[in-house]
């Protein structure tokens, strides 16, 4: 056995248990090893789960805001939860930037997740999705084509609004569309069936144009409006930049 | 036992009676308590509801989105939502031969169905489970090499009508639903008022920018005044 005798100043301890040297190393520095890696381990944990559950964090941020979250069905079959702004019937991103937006048409589109209003929207679609309606016209189309896939078929979007315009789907289904109860929804069956040149990039962009062109004619009514705050700064600031100019170089 | 000196031992120098490594061990670990009781609050215990995408993610399963007819969804087990015995997803997939195996989607790293369970047929000990569990069961003692073991299957097999059971398998959607998700014209009227509001957001932001822009001349200009003053009290010569 082996001990160190060493001087102790006044204003320090060594403890008995603590101060002893396992691997030329105090107890008490181990301690603090081993709390230590606990802190970062533990956080390394929660940022690697957070990181997983990154694609549903967007309902964190609706249910901070005590808004609808939106469930983002991709045409890359990626769903992620996201927290769009829902304003006058429409979703769109906080940023201008993010041009997409959707039209929320049918309140029978609105769903709940997890206590929050969900609405559900796909990337090449404006409107708000509702997989029940999209099912019905899937199987519709399918009912409708084993009667009528030679003289008269239903094959894609302008077949549906041309059969619905002549009345010839409602006499054939007056009272609905069958469909199974139980469904494994496949985003994209209806592909065939939505309308063309109608994504949501596509409608937020007109959208965005629009609002531009109405905010050019304001802006021109009243242009000097706009400017005041600019140009009374720039007056206080050559003031001040003048009067302190010929202060320091004694002209005042 | 050897007693160690380490850094000159000023973490043995004593502070209000204790010696300082007492503090440090307290502080790192008031810090993981703390750290830790943030993530739980902030972050994971609000995300309840969702936790069985953890659960898929932990088990490498599918999960589900499983959802009635008022679309109020539920992330829940790939077993629950479409097994109609009590097995597991792999002698479930081993026993159904055409088993689905391709998702509606995929959330992150998991492959994530999304069904329409009208009439809650994965609620276990329901009069309708049991009719669907009995139907089952006959189906697969009668065609041992076509067994059924999903409601999927079960589904596409009362359709086509090669089994008879006493409880509905088919619903209508009526044609104001249909219509009110694929109008055959688009309103303008519908989002007018959204075009009105974010012309006034466009506004409001390029005021704002105007107004920074306002506050950063007006800054900028007491800077270079204030060094103009101060050159000339440190240029002073008395």
Redesign the interface.
């Known amino acids: ?4 005798v ?1 001087a ?2 006044a ?5 008995p248990i ?4 396992v691997m ?3 107890i ?2 181990w ?2 090893l081993l ?2 890696v ?2 970062i381990a ?2 390394f944990w ?1 940022i690697y ?2 990181m ?5 964090l967007g ?2 941020d609706a ?1 901070r805001a005590g808004q609808p979250q939106t ?1 983002f ?2 045409k890359n ?5 996201k927290y769009l702004e829902y ?4 979703l ?1 991103y906080k940023k ?1 930037e993010e041009v997409s937006k959707w ?1 929320v ?11 929050l209003s ?1 609405l559900i929207v796909r990337d090449n679609y404006d ?1 708000s ?9 899937c199987k ?1 189309a399918e009912n409708w084509n084993k009667m009528h896939s030679e003289d008269d078929p239903m094959n894609c ?1 302008n077949d ?2 041309r059969l ?2 002549n009345g010839k789907l ?1 006499d054939a289904f007056p ?13 994209s069956l209806i592909q065939k ?1 939505l309308p063309q040149g109608r994504s949501a990039g596509t409608f937020g962009s007109y ?2 144009q ?3 062109e ?2 050019t004619d ?2 021109q009514e009243k242009w000097y409006e ?2 005041i ?2 140009g ?3 007056s ?3 003031i ?2 003048i ?3 010929m ?2 170089s ?1 002209g005042l | ?6 850094f000159n ?1 000023i ?4 502070v209000l009676g ?2 300082m ?2 503090y ?2 307290l502080v ?2 008031i ?2 308590c703390f ?2 009781a943030y ?1 739980w609050f902030m ?2 215990s ?5 936790h069985g ?2 659960k898929a ?1 932990w088990t490498g399963m599918d999960a589900v ?1 499983l ?1 009635d ?7 829940t087990s790939e077993a629950r939502a479409k097994l109609i015995f009590n097995e597991s997803i792999e002698e479930a997939r081993k026993n159904e031969k055409d088993w ?1 195996d391709i998702t ?6 998991v492959g ?8 809650k ?1 994965n609620v276990p000990d329901t009069n309708t489970r049991y009719a669907i569990e009995e139907a089952a069961d006959a189906w697969n003692m009668e065609h041992p090499e076509d067994q059924i073991h999903s ?2 299957k ?2 596409d097999y ?2 086509q009508k090669k089994i008879y059971v006493d409880i ?8 104001i ?8 014209k ?1 309103n303008t009227a ?2 007018a ?7 006034e ?3 409001k ?3 704002s920018k ?2 920074d ?3 950063y ?2 800054g ?3 800077i ?3 060094l ?2 101060l ?2 009290f440190l240029m002073h010569k008395p």
């Open positions: 056995m082996v001990v160190d060493v102790v100043p204003n320090q301890y060594f403890d603590m101060d002893i040297a030329s190393i105090p008490w520095f301690v603090i709390v230590g606990i802190l533990t956080n929660w789960k957070r997983k559950m990154s694609p549903i309902y964190l249910l469930l069905l991709g079959r990626a769903f992620l939860i304003i006058d019937s429409v769109a201008i039209l048409q049918s309140p029978k589109s609105v769903g709940r997740l997890g206590g969900t409107y999705v509702d997989p029940i309606a999209e099912i019905a016209i519709l979007y549906f609004v619905r315009d409602e009272e609905g569309v069958l469909i199974p109860v139980y469904n494994v929804y496949d985003p069936y959208i965005t629009k609002a531009r109405m905010r304001k802006s706009k400017y705050p600019i009374i700064a720039l206080v600031s050559l001040m930049l009067l302190s100019f202060y320091a004694g | 036992m050897a007693t160690m000196v380490l031992g973490f043995n120098t004593l204790l010696p490594w007492v440090v061990i790192i670990g810090l993981t750290t830790n993530w972050f994971w609000p995300l309840k509801p969702l995408l953890w993610i989105l959802s007819e008022n679309m109020t969804l539920k992330l689905r509606s989607g995929q959330i992150g790293v994530t169905d999304i069904i329409l369970d009208f009439e047929w409601f999927a079960f589904q009362c359709e509905p398998t088919m619903t209508y959607v009526d044609w639903r249909i219509e009110s998700s694929f109008p055959k688009r519908a989002y008022g959204y075009i009105r509001q974010l012309a957001k466009l506004d932001e390029e005021r105007m107004n822009m306002a506050l001349l007006i900028g200009s007491v270079v005044s204030a103009f003053i050159g000339k």
